[in-house]
C-alpha cells in the first residue's frame, strides 16, 4: 500500500490546486483513500482487502480524472490572430489582395458622424467633408490618386436611399474597388475634381455636381461606367438623362502621390 500513496500523493501534486474547488476534493478523496489504507492493517482480510483494492481504486480514478473533466485543456500555439493582418499574402505579387484586406477592415470612425456644412464652390459644386483624412500629401492638381467611389443618381432616391440610387461603385464595377486617375487629365468630372483639392489620405467627402456638369461630362465621356454586368446601374444611367441628372459623388481617398 505504500506504492498507492505514492502515486496518489504525485497524482494530487500535478494535477491539483488546494485552492481551488476541485483541488479540495480531489484532496478529500484522496484521504479517504489513505483512510482506507490505514483500515487494511487492523483488519487484514481477505475481503478487506478486496474491498480496499476496488475502493482505493476508484478514488484514485476520480483524483485524476476530477481536474481534466471539469477544466478541459486549451490548445495555444501562442499565436497572436491580430500579428498575421499584415502580413503579406504567398502569390500576391502586386500587392492586390493586400489591399482589398486592408479596405475591408476599414471601420466606421465616431468622427463620421460628426454634422459638418456643406462648402459652396463655383458652378453650382457644393461637398461635404465627414472625414479629415491624414498625412502630408493633399490632392492638387496633377496628383495621381486614387480613391473608393460611389455615385448616386439624386433624382432616383427612396426611402432606403434618401440620397439617391447608385449607378456605379468602385465595389462593384472595378476589380479593385478602386478608380486611379491624375487630377486635372480630363478623365473625369471637372467640378468632382475641383472639390476634392485639399483631401487627404482618408478623407471621406460626400460632393454634388448640379446636373448641368453632369451633362457636360457625359457628352465629354467624362463619368465613368458600369460593367455590362451590372444591369441595373447601365438602365439608372440611361434613365438619369431624362431628368435631373444631378449626381452625388461619395468619395474616399486612398492613395495620393
Known amino acids: 500500500m505504500p506504492v498507492l500513496k505514492t ?32 483500515a487494511l492493517s ?52 502586386n500587392g492586390s489582395m493586400q489591399r482589398l484586406r486592408q479596405l475591408q477592415e476599414e471601420k466606421t470612425r ?14 453650382g459644386i457644393s ?19 486614387a480613391a473608393e467611389m460611389t455615385i448616386r443618381c439624386k433624382s432616383f432616391s427612396t426611402a432606403n436611399e434618401p440620397g439617391g440610387l447608385k449607378y456605379y461603385s468602385t465595389k462593384d464595377d472595378t476589380d479593385f474597388n478602386e478608380l486611379a486617375w491624375t487630377i486635372g487629365s480630363g478623365e473625369l468630372v471637372p467640378g468632382l475634381e475641383d472639390a476634392m483639392v485639399g483631401m487627404r489620405k482618408g478623407s471621406i467627402r460626400r460632393i454634388e455636381v448640379p446636373s448641368t456638369a453632369v451633362f457636360a461630362a457625359r457628352d465629354a465621356n467624362q463619368l465613368p ?7 441595373d446601374g447601365n438602365r439608372r444611367l440611361s434613365n438619369l438623362f431624362k431628368t435631373d441628372a444631378t449626381l452625388i459623388f461619395e468619395v474616399l481617398v486612398t492613395r495620393i502621390k
Open 7 to 38: 502515486v496518489c500523493l504525485c497524482a494530487l501534486a500535478i494535477r491539483c490546486d488546494a485552492f481551488s474547488p476541485v483541488g479540495r476534493g480531489t484532496i478529500t478523496v484522496l484521504n479517504q483513500v489513505m483512510s482506507s489504507t490505514s
Open 42 to 93: 487492523s483488519k487484514p482480510t481477505d475481503t478487506s482487502r478486496r474491498q480496499l483494492i476496488t475502493q482505493a481504486g476508484s478514488g484514485l480514478a476520480s483524483a485524476v480524472l476530477l481536474p481534466f473533466l471539469v477544466f478541459p485543456q486549451k490548445a495555444s500555439a501562442g499565436i497572436d490572430p491580430n500579428a498575421l493582418k499584415s502580413m503579406s499574402v504567398e502569390g500576391d505579387n
Open 110 to 123: 465616431p468622427e463620421d458622424t460628426v454634422d459638418k456644412p456643406f462648402e459652396k464652390l463655383d458652378g
Open 127 to 145: 461637398y461635404r467633408e465627414y472625414r479629415e483624412g491624414k498625412g502630408d500629401s493633399i490632392v492638387t492638381a496633377g496628383s495621381k490618386v
Open 225 to 231: 461606367l458600369p460593367k455590362a454586368s451590372n444591369k
